[in-house]
């Protein structure tokens, strides 16, 4: 079993700051990429952002220069700096990972439960 949980949303006014956690855990042989979706009301669920083992980044251009994704691979823990916050911006943020449970098992993507990020006007 592998286990995501985020932790550090809330609420906040627009043009503040909220930094995410995420910590993975449990059956894990290794850790390929992880990161950041979200999904707003009534919309699809979008890349936010992601980091490589490797500390290769990958942003959506609608947080480019704002957010920034960084990682701590000894803790399987991937964080989410969100700065100059927009109501755009409000959505449930989903950690995810692709990662390998076992050795000889392929690499799979696994989904936190999602924690609620409001940016009020």
């Known amino acids: 079993q592998v286990q995501l949980v985020e932790s550090g949303g809330g609420l906040v006014q627009a043009g503040g700051s909220l930094r995410l956690s995420c910590v993975a855990s449990?059956?894990?042989?290794?850790?390929?990429?992880m990161g950041w979706y979200r999904q707003a009301p009534g919309k699809q669920r979008e890349l936010v952002a992601t980091?490589?083992?490797?500390?290769?980044?990958n942003y959506a251009d609608s947080v480019k220069g704002r957010f920034t994704v960084s990682g701590d691979n000894a803790k399987n823990t991937v964080y989410l700096q969100m700065n100059s916050l927009k109501p755009d911006d409000t959505a449930v943020y989903y950690c995810?990972?692709?990662?390998?449970?076992?050795?000889?098992?392929?690499?799979?993507?696994?989904w936190g439960k999602g924690t609620l990020v409001t940016v009020s006007s």
């Open positions: 995810n990972a692709l990662l390998k449970p076992k050795v000889n098992f392929p690499p799979a993507n696994y």
């Open positions: 449990g059956s894990i042989f290794r850790i390929n990429v």
């Open positions: 980091i490589t083992t490797g500390g290769s980044t």
